[in-house]
């Protein structure tokens, strides 16, 4: 069984370009984690889907970051415009039930010069 | 606020045991997690324990939790070179997990 994966792995831009992050949960996983970890810190919370619906986006930063998941499968996550305090590893994860494991893929890199 | 707080270096040697420590905020934490992270690699479920345990062990791990102190310990026994990773203790926020800056763990030979 495929885990869960991201694309890219690592990707540098530039202050004031856009990013768009994907993440593919295990087949069949209705929720979908978005979480980061700016350098040094600690692993954040971003959001919470249940199938395509946002269950909780009280982590979300601010209105430069949206978040997608059409159809309930795949999702992702855009910065636009993207800040240098954007750089960091953005990790996602997915669920089967509510207090289950939470799977995680590699995580994303974004450099933000 | 929620906050789980964990030293962020320890260093041993091959052979030796671990102790990595943590402390958690949210007495209503159902379940607490140690989550590990090799280079270049997402976060690996490591172990859990429910809240009205004291103890668990699996194989090498053995996980004690204090809920009067709030404190969580992860103890690696024989650790071995292939156990540096970085380790994260995480309680579970609603829904969402909250995690602490992780420990490097770092084992010399």
């Known amino acids: 069984e495929a885990g869960v994966t991201q694309f890219p792995s690592h990707s540098v831009i530039e202050k004031g370009q856009t990013v768009t992050l994907r993440c593919d949960p295990i087949s069949g996983h209705d929720n979908l984690y978005w979480y980061r970890r700016v350098m040094g810190k600690e692993i954040k919370f971003l959001l919470h889907?249940?199938?395509?619906?946002?269950?909780?986006e009280s982590g979300m930063p601010n209105n430069r970051f949206l978040a997608e998941r059409t159809g309930g499968t795949y999702s992702t996550l855009k910065v636009q415009p993207a800040e240098l305090e954007d750089s960091g590893v953005y990790f996602c994860a997915s669920s089967q039930g509510n207090l289950n494991e939470q799977f995680f893929g590699p995580g994303t890199r974004l450099t933000v010069l | 606020g929620e906050d789980v707080e964990q030293s962020l270096f320890l260093s041993v040697r091959e052979g030796d045991s671990s102790v990595i420590n943590c402390t958690y905020t949210d007495s209503s934490s159902t379940y607490l997690y140690w989550y590990k992270q090799e280079p270049g690699a997402g976060l690996q479920l490591l172990t859990y324990?429910?809240?009205?345990?004291d103890m668990k062990q699996d194989q090498r791990l053995t996980v004690l939790l204090n809920k009067k102190d709030k404190h969580l310990s992860l103890r690696i026994a024989d650790t071995q070179t292939g156990d540096s990773a970085i380790y994260f203790c995480?309680?579970?926020?609603?829904?969402?997990?909250?995690f602490g800056k992780g420990t490097t763990l770092s084992v010399s030979s």
């Open positions: 324990i429910f809240s009205n345990m």
């Open positions: 995480a309680e579970m926020g609603g829904t969402a997990l909250i």
């Open positions: 889907f249940v199938k395509e619906s946002k269950q909780d």
